[in-house]
């Protein structure tokens, strides 16, 4: 033993060495060098943005603080600057689609991975996936075309009637408005909802499904007291990036929500999100004051998006280590 230990201790350098310049000959140190200043130019372009962000919307900062939040005046003849109207419309709008979104996108993604043939499965999934490229103006102009006027004639009779006694569906009916927006970003966000829903309900192993159908479970209770279970974190990260991207959208959104800085509890009634007024007004603001009161607005919705962005990515990260059974002992 005594005789072994000095060789194998006075290899480790001289291997160390020879392993940096043979890396450094062969290449590999100039690619990890390269690679890893893109990978940084990623990161150094979202801590500018933020940093663009902060800075330009100093003035706002310095004048409301923290009542920029729960003011409901937004006046610009004033210079009187409030968040809240458009706070709530874009967190209602979210909410709603994701309410209407959840339950289609799970109950698709659950077909498609578990229940539905390959054939139909991959068939399916190619124009799911070509709904996730249509541009969200397209979105829009069926909202107009479609949305609105059902609205109007058909959505807004049939639950006024039976629940207009709730606050959420009082009041009169343009077709435009909170609802008819959460509608229109619905069917934009259910494509990702069922893309990434689908992968992670794949990535469950199949000896989770073996083993309830050998206990003598149907194919559905395997699915749905085993596979879904099992998948449950990933399925979360899907619906927070469909958040995230409902929390975003824009041209969608400000051709079906009204336009108008007014907090209201019926679901009927226009409203304003962060991105749609920032689309809307930014060309138009004369004074700096009007101008970083939309830089600020900007500011929130991307770290908004940024942090559900990356809680989704890490429960998708999670789950597909679980999944492939990296990590288990």
């Known amino acids: 033993m005594a005789t072994v230990n000095p060789t194998i201790q006075s290899a480790g350098p001289a291997a160390g060495s020879r392993s940096f310049l043979s890396k450094l000959r062969d290449g590999d140190e100039i690619a990890r060098l390269i690679t890893f200043l893109f990978a940084a130019s990623v990161v150094l372009i979202t801590v500018l943005l933020v940093y663009e962000l902060w800075i330009s919307s100093a003035l706002p900062r310095q004048k409301f603080g923290l009542h920029f939040f729960v003011t409901q005046v937004w006046d610009p003849v004033m210079d009187e600057y ?13 909410v709603v689609s994701l309410l209407l979104a959840v339950p289609l996108g799970i109950g ?29 103006v397209i979105y829009g102009l069926l909202g107009v075309f479609i949305v609105v006027p059902l609205m109007r004639t058909v959505i807004f009779p049939g639950l006024n009637k039976p629940l207009g006694f709730l606050p959420f569906f009082k009041g009169p009916s343009y077709g435009v408005g909170f609802l008819t927006a959460g509608i229109v970003m619905a069917i934009m966000v259910i494509p990702y909802i069922i893309s990434v829903s689908r992968e992670v309900l794949l990535s469950v192993p ?5 083993a309830a159908l050998a206990l003598g479970s149907t194919r559905w209770e395997s699915t749905w007291k085993v596979v879904v279970p099992f998948a449950k974190t990933g399925i979360m990260g899907s619906i927070f990036l469909a958040l995230a991207r409902a929390l975003g959208e824009t041209m969608a959104v400000t051709m079906v929500i009204g336009n108008t800085p007014k907090i209201s509890a019926s679901l009927f009634a226009p409203g304003y999100s962060i991105a749609a007024v920032i689309a809307n007004e930014f060309t138009e603001a004369t004074g700096d004051l009007y101008l970083q009161s939309l830089i600020e607005l900007g500011l929130v919705l991307f770290l908004l998006t940024f942090i559900l962005n990356g ?19």
Do not use: H, W
């Open 82 to 94: 409030g968040a809240l109207p458009f706070i709530y419309g874009t967190l209602v709008t979210s």
């Open 108 to 136: 698709a993604s659950i077909f498609l991975a578990e229940l539905a043939p390959p054939q139909i499965s991959d068939t399916l999934q190619f124009f799911i996936d070509l709904l996730a490229a249509v541009p969200s």
């Open 311 to 329: 809680l989704a990515r890490l429960l998708i990260i999670v789950t597909t280590q679980k999944g492939s059974g990296v990590g288990n002992r």
């Open 206 to 210: 199949r000896d989770q499904r073996e």
